[in-house]
């Protein structure tokens, strides 16, 4: 169906992407199926129930992305408010969740009809042939889970405007461009990747929890990938996959955790056509910048200047406002984000030096060493900067001297020094560029290291 | 080679990598005299589990921090004869 020229902004996801035109030509496929965008201007993954979910607070919850990608687009606009729900969510957090976004509809595959009560509405095999009524009449509420340590998920509330407005700014949308991510774009990272497939004219190749890394690799590649994005933690196990020359994009992106030196000079080695840039976003502050001169940090030029962004660093820890910050967290009595200006409060903690801002962890993953703080990042940093070093990860060991010690997890190359050696080249870079209380008190060679649903490396908590 | 010699090997090697330089060992040296600072002493108790599964300090009884360098080697003698037994 040809759309009426727009005489303002789209309204809604599904005019958003219908604008940008071509649907017959675009896409978003699994493992299993591929979903051409021109079936939905005649026809609904939903059946003939759209319609019943007008005005709702829906818990879209599927164990696979493709129908909740499908969903999304079809409930922007016409539900009240959505709630994205990963699959990784324990069960006994739902109840909760659903009564603070004052969920009344559940969609969903069989796993969730359950959780329905009186009213579920399941997501169909495929698009079900009809005539859906796609006229928007809400500003419908994006609610994203974080995938907090401590448990019970924080429900923070976005709606279209604040989710896509880093995108229209972004040089990296070809026209035509195949996306691909290996988060899942029920988590903001894999979100933006989503939008920017679907706002950008393109398609998407959407992940699956299960699928070997090397086959995920293999398949994007078949279907042409130009645009993809992971967390470094994403990355570093991609680039251990023979199958990382299956892919040949133009553009790499990285999100969700500190991009060290190595992970950019290593991607740069595997993809020397590409352009590879890290972003700063989180789920409560939206996306603040993107990096892509190569270097780790950014510029400090960033800090305190006027424009779509601000952003200053308050005790070390960046705060960010923009048009694309959250609304905060849904539910009564939650402590909100922000400080006193509006700034969101991201707890990621930056130093400054040679002209450039650098991560260098998180407040709450501090380590205490006898009362110095080390944060364990700016420690994997050095250790992955030995070329025989897939990945690490530093973590705190009880210490009865010191409340704790740090000790480094470390997979190598296929290719690598002898262990005794490379474990004594680690321990001599980091003490030539770490204070004596940060450098690992032992190093432990293992076969592979957790990354979790988040596709962030799996810390554990002393 | 008894436990007190491998700790006293562990005090040395600990001290050659912190760059410390280790008094000479006698038993009733402070364990503050020998030149080691607390960093020092939390990587040996570390690698003293590591390489001999030996953990006084986590055991069930509540033990006083050792002072001297004879205490340090006693407790991990009465550590490792619990673990014989």
Redesign the interface.
Known sequence: MPQPLLQSEPDSLWQWLSSAGRLSRRSLSDTDSRVSLAALSRGSILGRRLRELRGRSVLLSTRDQLPAALALIELDGIARRIVLCPPDVASTHLPGVMATAGVDAVVGDRAAAELGGEFFVPCAQGIVPGTPNREPSEETDWILLTSGTTGTPKLVRHTLPTLIGAIPASTALGHGAVWSTFYDIRRYGGLQIFLRAMLGGGSLVLSSALEPVGDFLARTGDRGVTHISGTPSHWRRALMSAAVGRIAPRYVRLSGEIADQAILDHLHAAFPDADIAHAFASTEAGVAFDVGDGLSGFPASYIGRRGDVEMRVVDGSLHIKSGRISFGYLGDGVPQPFDEDGFVETGDIVELHDGRYHFVGRRGGIINIGGQKVHPEEIEAVINRHPDVQMSRVRARKSPITGAIVVADVVVTAEHAPLDALKAQILDACRGTLARYKVPASIRFVAAIEVAASGKLARVNV | MSIGSDIAALFAEVAR??HKTLSPLSDDLGLLDTGLD??C???I???LE?RFGLDP??AEEEVD?PVTVGDFIRLYEHAAAIAAE
């Open positions: 990598e912190q607390s960093l002493f939390a990587i108790v570390a690698r590591d300090f986590s921090f």
